[in-house]
């Protein structure tokens, strides 16, 4: 039993003065808010912890490992994600494992895998599913404020005395999700984390559920979340969005949950007391005709659609309990009442068992789609199999090799070949295409006409080897005519900006192009 209410032994935290470091390391473009380390902070301050809190990419890991060495915390937590933000966790635990102090994983790629996590020297513990009572306890036996045994810590794994990693049981999930709130004034810069909603300039993003009650056989909440889904009281996310309108004067919400109507009825209210423009992620069944109408009466300016496929067979396969007839139904009602309203499709293909003829009806889908509307942007990912999941032993079946090592899971993205039966180099051309066409929705010059419509040859017949055209440009891109590049793209090259997770265009980054203009 944690002793919330001990307030002698919580001033005799404050008074020593027990820092904890929560670190998200993150890519370059993805200005996100780590919502996981912000609710964990705010159960650790309860208890009389300080924390700090760091949401920077790789080019921050000397200063803070020189911090830590500094400052000498309590522990290190990582929030963890599958894929190549992994690199940059793996080498800070290193150091600071060499430091002496106590490494901690918790995260999405940590829980699905806690055991394997263990098996590296320099990780001493995990913490499992939802992070704050968890940590709290942890931290009060870490600092010797209660007896220390961590197989009475539910949700903690651990390696006992001989090095072997051990997991005892999952704590049970928190029923009353206000306890504890997203520690919004622990981060150094919340104007960072402000994007563009269509007209809107300041909306935010906000967490008012967790989970996802469908059960999606590639998704990672099967495991995680185990298809519940639960809510914070309308009064605490009311206070929680007038807070940030007050101190931050945003100007629209950005309902980031992974999936908003869990409840469709009390959702809509709810979206109607907020009484702001809003975004948010939706299912394709859900856009009927007077659902979308709510939806451009309230102020909505973007959803999410997890489309995933375009062949039923494909759809049935990966449970996603969903028509493909729906999908062009359900868009098009979209576009037709509420045509404002930008639509966020996104995609997975190499799925097991797909054949390349269920793929092509997915990629004809995607352009049927993108011809809709300039608003519908279509985004793919390539599959990337996850421990646990309900697609998983196919996976294990038809010879995917889970890496040995957490340096492995790093090579893991979404648009690479995660799999045998999928090429990587493959993938990374289809990404590529994709973006420029279904996601950037880039459009070109009547002179550039050759080459938008090669790529388009390629993506209609999955054509994606020897992508020639690509190479020419970061060639030329990472040369002397570099300047000419940047001149010609600004001139003769428009693009959807901005995805709600940060910048997309096709190649402006590379050419330092400021695409916020």
């Given at each position: 039993?944690?002793?919330?209410?001990?307030?002698?032994?919580?001033?005799?935290?404050?008074?020593?003065?027990?820092t904890i470091?929560?670190?998200?390391f993150?890519n370059?473009?993805?200005?996100?808010?780590?919502?996981?380390?912000?609710?964990?902070?705010?159960?650790l301050?309860?208890?009389?912890?300080?924390?700090?809190?760091?949401?920077?990419?790789?080019?921050?890991?000397?200063e803070?490992?020189e911090?830590?060495?500094?400052?000498?915390?309590?522990?290190?937590?990582?929030?963890?994600?599958?894929?190549?933000?992994l690199?940059?966790?793996?080498?800070?635990?290193?150091r600071?494992?060499?430091?002496?102090?106590?490494?901690v994983?918790?995260?999405?790629?940590?829980?699905?895998?806690?055991?394997?996590?263990l098996?590296?020297?320099?990780?001493?513990?995990?913490?499992?599913?939802?992070?704050?009572?968890?940590?709290?306890?942890?931290?009060?036996?870490?600092?010797?404020?209660?007896?220390?045994?961590?197989?009475?810590?539910?949700?903690?794994?651990?390696?006992?005395?001989d090095?072997?990693?051990q997991?005892?049981?999952?704590?049970?999930?928190?029923?009353?999700?206000?306890?504890?709130?997203?520690?919004?004034?622990?981060?150094?810069?919340?104007?960072?984390?402000?994007?563009?909603?269509?007209?809107?300039?300041?909306?935010?993003?906000?967490y008012?559920?967790?989970?996802?009650?469908?059960?999606?056989?590639?998704?990672?909440?099967?495991?995680?979340?185990?298809?519940?889904?639960?809510?914070?009281?309308?009064?605490?996310?009311?206070?929680?969005?007038?807070?940030?309108?007050e101190?931050f004067?945003?100007?629209?919400?950005?309902?980031?949950?992974?999936?908003?109507?869990?409840?469709?009825?009390?959702?809509?209210?709810?979206?109607?007391?907020v009484?702001m423009?809003?975004?948010?992620?939706?299912?394709?069944?859900?856009?009927?005709?007077?659902?979308?109408q709510?939806?451009?009466?309230?102020?909505?300016?973007?959803?999410?659609?997890?489309?995933?496929?375009?062949?039923?067979?494909?759809?049935?396969?990966?449970?996603k309990?969903?028509?493909?007839?729906?999908?062009?139904?359900?868009?098009g009602?979209?576009?037709?009442?509420?045509?404002?309203?930008?639509?966020?499709?996104?995609?997975?293909?190499?799925?097991?068992?797909?054949?390349p003829?269920?793929?092509?009806?997915?990629?004809?889908?995607?352009?049927r789609?993108?011809?809709?509307?300039?608003?519908?942007?279509?985004s793919?990912?390539?599959?990337?199999?996850?421990?646990?999941?309900?697609?998983?032993?196919?996976?294990?079946?038809?010879?995917?090799?889970?890496?040995?090592?957490?340096e492995?899971?790093?090579?893991?993205?979404?648009?690479r070949?995660?799999?045998?039966?999928?090429?990587?180099?493959?993938?990374?051309?289809?990404?590529?295409?994709?973006?420029i066409?279904?996601?950037?929705?880039?459009?070109?010059?009547?002179?550039?006409?050759?080459?938008?419509?090669?790529l388009?040859?390629?993506?209609?017949?999955?054509?994606?080897?020897?992508?020639?055209?690509?190479?020419?440009?970061?060639?030329?891109i990472?040369?002397?005519?570099k300047?000419?590049?940047?001149?010609?793209?600004?001139?003769?090259?428009?693009?959807?900006?901005?995805?709600?997770?940060?910048?997309?265009?096709e190649?402006?980054?590379?050419?330092?192009?400021?695409?916020?203009?």
């Amino acid at each position: 039993m944690i002793p919330l209410e001990d307030v002698q032994l919580k001033s005799t935290i404050k008074a020593n003065g027990e820092t904890i470091f929560l670190v998200n390391f993150r890519n370059h473009r993805d200005m996100y808010p780590p919502f996981g380390i912000m609710y964990v902070a705010d159960a650790l301050e309860q208890v009389g912890f300080s924390c700090r809190l760091f949401h920077e990419t790789e080019d921050f890991l000397d200063e803070f490992i020189e911090m830590a060495a500094r400052e000498r915390p309590l522990f290190v937590g990582f929030s963890t994600i599958t894929g190549p933000q992994l690199q940059p966790t793996i080498d800070a635990s290193k150091r600071i494992h060499d430091l002496g102090i106590p490494v901690v994983w918790g995260g999405v790629h940590a829980t699905i895998m806690p055991l394997d996590v263990l098996k590296e020297e320099y990780v001493d513990f995990v913490i499992v599913n939802e992070g704050e009572e968890t940590a709290q306890e942890f931290a009060l036996m870490l600092a010797g404020y209660l007896s220390q045994d961590w197989a009475a810590v539910d949700g903690l794994a651990y390696k006992r005395e001989d090095g072997f990693p051990q997991f005892w049981r999952e704590r049970p999930f928190i029923q009353d999700l206000d306890l504890y709130q997203p520690r919004w004034d622990l981060l150094t810069d919340v104007e960072a984390y402000l994007i563009p909603s269509g007209p809107y300039g300041r909306a935010i993003p906000v967490y008012i559920s967790r989970g996802c009650p469908f059960r999606c056989g590639f998704c990672y909440n099967e495991v995680v979340m185990k298809r519940t889904w639960r809510q914070h009281s309308d009064e605490f996310i009311l206070n929680q969005i007038n807070w940030l309108k007050e101190n931050f004067a945003i100007d629209a919400v950005d309902f980031a949950d992974d999936y908003l109507f869990g409840r469709i009825k009390p959702m809509q209210r709810l979206v109607e007391k907020v009484n702001m423009p809003w975004s948010g992620q939706v299912r394709v069944q859900l856009l009927k005709p007077e659902f979308v109408q709510w939806m451009a009466d309230t102020g909505c300016q973007w959803v999410n659609i997890g489309v995933e496929s375009g062949s039923q067979a494909v759809l049935d396969r990966m449970y996603k309990d969903q028509k493909a007839e729906q999908i062009e139904w359900g868009i098009g009602n979209l576009v037709k009442i509420a045509p404002h309203i930008e639509a966020n499709c996104s995609f997975i293909v190499g799925l097991p068992e797909e054949t390349p003829e269920e793929a092509k009806v997915t990629f004809d889908l995607i352009e049927r789609l993108a011809a809709l509307s300039d608003n519908v942007r279509c985004s793919v990912c390539v599959y990337m199999p996850y421990p646990g999941t309900p697609l998983w032993p196919k996976a294990l079946e038809m010879g995917y090799v889970p890496p040995e090592t957490q340096e492995g899971w790093v090579e893991m993205d979404l648009n690479r070949g995660n799999t045998p039966w999928v090429s990587d180099e493959a993938s990374q051309v289809m990404c590529d295409i994709n973006d420029i066409l279904f996601v950037g929705r880039s459009q070109g010059h009547w002179l550039l006409a050759p080459y938008y419509g090669l790529l388009r040859w390629r993506w209609r017949n999955q054509r994606f080897g020897h992508y020639w055209e690509g190479a020419l440009k970061k060639q030329l891109i990472n040369s002397p005519l570099k300047p000419m590049m940047a001149w010609m793209t600004q001139r003769m090259v428009t693009w959807n900006q901005n995805t709600h997770k940060g910048s997309i265009s096709e190649g402006a980054e590379m050419l330092g192009l400021d695409v916020k203009d």
